[in-house]
């Protein structure tokens, strides 16, 4: 049986000692860039060989995080740092840009790559093109997934799964957040979140912190997550101290090798290491309610402060030591290392005219491992008598022999990157996605395709005959498959031509349907090698990233930007909507601190989309948007609204609300 992993945080070098020392089977770090925990104290170049090499002496894998999403000026610089993390050992990268994935395994098809949570896989279809299409070795799975989803998922052969047992939900399900760059320009796919969903909001009468999720912890399901085929068991927390990582993975440590639940004490002391009001198991139990929201308070904060941790000091690693001296040949040593043996060869040894070496001085210079993480627990010296070889030489042999311990052989390469590829030949064309055929005005021959969602399609009474496009859920779980193929099935039964995918989990499946494939933005067009991607698993047109500016969208000519509408800024797992107005409506505003209105609509799921509180507009800047195909999202727009919409773009007029630039 393949030995589950605990893979385990580290913001900066206290916090990695303090992993290893606790039990960690592998850690994980980032740069201090393309890293989505870009607050964190993190690394450096200079910094992360020596970290791999603490690691890899204790017998702990490093994998850095590139878990951000590029623009196409930065996919140079990115070749170039993956080049020397490849060099320095690290042991794997954590990727959530597909362009970047097919870069790295272009140029480097050795260097495994892990699939992040920000790349939103929620079902099997996901995990295995990943695989299959881009070569990730393993996929960390969405937060939001149940037990039975990560256990159907993580059965299989072709790749390894990894979930995270410990530390902070986000509201939104991963990879499919915009509320940070909505609200204040600081995007999470840029690794700058601000963290809107822990402030506080008002929902009807009801003022709270309806977007604040506690921290979720496993510990009292360890036989299911043990059982489930994860291959690797994840804490989060790179932007907390030492004392959360030392403590906490002390005890996950204890509780996977003991096989058993965290008991009273352990539970408690988890909680006050950090939490938000306890603990939430709810996604992993499917019990998705009012229970799993909560706050840091004052009262928390007090506890954590308290909770210190003896410092750490990292026992040094014994090693074995062989050494060959004999007269008229090279000096050989051989250092093993875990079971690995290296041997590296030195100096002519002399005959001594005079004062011939003792065994004793040769064995004092050949164990100075001082400034390294080891010690000579076993030694072995073969030696002539008479021998002479200077102390210089014994050294550089023993520095040689610890160098060829921690070297993989492994060598960066002088790249020259190709220029970005999109293609032009498209048509350009109008579409847009209504929550409702009662939205629908009477002009909407303005578009070429009508998207409306595939639940609403198939359960609408109303002509449908408006409608040539569906668009899938953002989210389909593996047991949902039968239900949305149904929908599927109906609609193109129905003449529906086109389908918006939202999800890499989605593709094969829609396509089986015949459709004509579009990807929405959820999909992270960021550069042009994510959009390469895409259109080679037979997606030819795409709805780029509406974080790009107008700089950066010249890069895209012909594809689709989304021209107006509220951006979706979050999908919620857990609806909002529930707790608060009821599921009979399955719509409502949320307000903010500074009185602005969120509308949220329920979605097929029991999930719920959050809107942002004011269109993108741009219909008074049509030399802006002239190169590109155009989306329209209508949210909570009447009949009459979109119609005026729909006029204003057709005339190049301004408007007097609220709005939202592409800049």
């Not at 080891?374 to 072995?380: A, E, G, P, S």
């Not at 012909?558 to 707790?579: E, F, R, W």
């Not at 909570?636 to 609204?641: A, H, N």
């Amino acid at each position: 049986m393949r030995k589950t992993e605990l893979l385990a945080p580290a913001g900066d070098k206290d916090a990695l000692v303090s992993a290893i020392a606790s039990g960690a089977n592998a850690v994980y770090f980032g740069l201090d860039i393309f890293n989505a925990r870009i607050r964190a104290e993190n690394f450096t170049l200079d910094t992360v060989e020596e970290s791999v090499k603490l690691c890899h002496a204790h017998g702990v894998k490093a994998y850095v995080t590139l878990n951000t999403q590029l623009y196409n000026k930065e996919l140079p610089l990115m070749l170039e740092y993956v080049g020397q993390l490849y060099e320095k050992g690290v042991d794997a990268l954590i990727v959530a840009d597909f362009g970047v994935a097919s870069l790295i395994k272009s140029y480097y098809p050795d260097f495994e790559i892990h699939a992040s949570t920000q790349a939103s896989v929620h079902n099997k279809n996901g995990a295995e093109l990943l695989c299959e299409r881009l070569g990730f070795a393993r996929v960390v799975l969405a937060r939001e997934l149940d037990r039975e989803s990560i256990e159907y998922i993580s059965k299989s052969d072709k790749y390894e799964t990894e979930i995270f047992v410990h530390g902070a939900h986000c509201m939104s399900v991963s990879g499919q957040c915009l509320a940070s760059f909505c609200m204040g320009g600081r995007s999470g796919n840029r690794g700058e979140c601000a963290q809107p969903c822990r402030l506080p909001y008002t929902i009807g009468k009801e003022k709270g912190y309806p977007l604040s999720l506690k921290d979720m912890t496993l510990s009292s399901h360890i036989e299911d997550i043990l059982n489930s085929g994860a291959a690797s068991l994840k804490i989060e927390g790179r932007m907390k101290n030492s004392d959360y990582v030392g403590g906490t993975v002390g005890i996950w440590r204890r509780l996977i090798d003991q096989k058993r639940n965290a008991n009273k004490q352990e539970a408690s002391t988890l909680s006050a290491l950090f939490s938000r009001g306890g603990f939430t198991d709810g996604y992993f139990t499917g019990k998705i309610d009012k229970s799993m929201l909560g706050i840091r308070s004052d009262k928390d904060k007090e506890t954590s402060l308290l909770q210190k941790t003896e410092k750490v000091e990292l026992e040094r690693v014994g090693i074995s030591l062989n050494a060959e001296l004999y007269i008229g040949k090279e000096s050989k040593l051989t250092l093993t290392h875990m079971g690995r043996a290296v041997t590296v060869f030195g100096d002519i040894v002399e005959r001594a005219a005079n004062a011939p070496m003792s065994y004793d001085d040769v064995k004092k210079n050949l164990v100075k491992f001082g400034s390294t993480p080891f010690y000579v627990k076993n030694i072995d010296i073969k030696m002539d008598e008479g021998i002479m070889i200077r102390n210089s030489s014994l050294n550089a042999l023993r520095r040689m022999g610890v160098e060829k311990l921690f070297d993989m052989g492994r060598k960066a390469k002088g790249i020259t990157l190709e220029a970005e590829k999109t293609n032009t030949s498209l048509d350009k064309i109008k579409t847009a996605l209504f929550n409702s055929i009662e939205q629908i005005p009477q002009n909407h021959s303005y578009f070429d395709i009508v998207f409306l969602p595939l639940e609403v399609y198939f359960n609408s009474k109303s002509d449908k005959s408006l409608v040539n496009g569906i668009k899938l859920p953002p989210v389909v779980l593996d047991k949902e498959w039968d239900q949305v193929e149904k929908m599927l099935s109906y609609a193109k039964a129905q003449g529906v031509i086109y389908a918006l995918v939202s999800n890499i989990g989605q593709i094969e499946r829609v396509k089986a349907y015949g459709f004509e494939l579009m990807a929405d933005f959820r999909f992270n067009v960021f550069n042009s090698y994510t959009l390469e991607f895409i259109n080679s698993l037979g997606i030819k047109r795409a709805i780029v990233s509406p974080e790009l500016t107008l700089a950066q969208l010249r890069d895209f000519k012909n594809q689709s930007i989304i021209a107006y509408g509220k951006l979706p800024t979050m999908v919620t797992h857990k609806c909002v909507l529930k707790d608060t107005v009821g599921c009979d409506k399955c719509k409502g505003y949320i307000k903010d601190r500074q009185g602005a209105m969120l509308y949220a609509q329920g979605i097929y799921g029991h999930r719920c989309v959050i809107y942002n509180s004011v269109p993108v507009y741009m219909a008074d800047k049509p030399k802006d948007i002239e190169w590109y195909s155009c989306h329209f999202i209508f949210s909570d727009e009447t009949r009459d609204e979109a119609y005026k919409v729909i006029e204003a773009y057709k005339k190049g007029l301004p408007t007097n609300r609220g709005m939202k630039r592409i800049k």
